[in-house]
């Protein structure tokens, strides 16, 4: 069986901020159409972490967007 869809309200305070602080840093390519790379070296970011955000993004919505640190809690 399947685990439930987690809600963006099922996220602690800085599961939340962590989840927001990402999606701004997606946003040009979400919202855009900036391609990934360009975005990525803008924030100085490795373009492979941005597409795993990407990933996750289009997975699980802004939930998918938290911490991979606390996921595995």
Same mark, same amino acid.
């Given at each position: 069986?399947?685990?439930?869809?987690?809600?963006? /309200?099922?996220?602690?305070? #800085?599961?939340?901020?962590? #989840?927001?602080?990402?999606?701004?840093?997606?946003?040009?390519?979400?919202?855009?159409? $900036?391609?990934?790379?360009? $975005? #990525?070296? #803008?924030?100085?970011?490795?373009?492979? /972490?941005?597409?795993?955000?990407? $990933?996750?993004?289009?997975?699980?919505?802004? $939930?998918?967007?938290?911490?991979?640190?606390?996921?595995?809690?």
């Amino acid at each position: 069986m399947s685990e439930p869809q987690r809600q963006l /309200t099922d996220l602690g305070p #800085a599961q939340c901020e962590q #989840a927001l602080k990402r999606y701004s840093i997606l946003r040009p390519n979400l919202e855009d159409g $900036v391609p990934l790379a360009r $975005v #990525a070296a #803008a924030d100085g970011r490795p373009y492979r /972490t941005l597409l795993c955000w990407l $990933v996750d993004y289009r997975r699980d919505d802004l $939930v998918g967007l938290r911490s991979s640190l606390l996921r595995r809690g």
